[in-house]
């Protein structure tokens, strides 16, 4: 069958919290179509979906504005668990 899933992850480069980054992926079948970055603030693609999947994504500003705010609300505010 086929399986579509998404992962949402933290990513720790330094103990500065500004340098926190936020990071869903959008898999289908273990491979990632597209990914949101915190740091770029906007959804990237890596297959031709993943692509056409992006564009629909960026254009939505209230989902983009609910994912940034994914960075300070779950990473942020779990700094001290990791």
Do not use: M, P
Not at 28 to 51: C, H, I, M, P, Q
Not at 74 to 80: P, T
Request: glycine share 6%.
């Amino acid at each position: 069958g086929f399986r579509i899933y998404e992962l949402d992850r933290c990513e720790f480069n330094s103990s500065d919290l500004k340098d926190i980054e936020f990071i869903r992926s959008e898999y289908f079948n273990k491979v990632e179509l597209a990914r949101f970055s915190s740091s770029l603030g906007k959804f990237v693609g890596y297959t031709e979906d993943g692509l056409k999947h992006s564009n629909y994504w960026n254009k939505d500003n209230s989902l983009l504005a609910g994912l940034r705010a994914l960075n300070e609300t779950y990473c942020k505010q779990h700094v001290d668990n990791a």
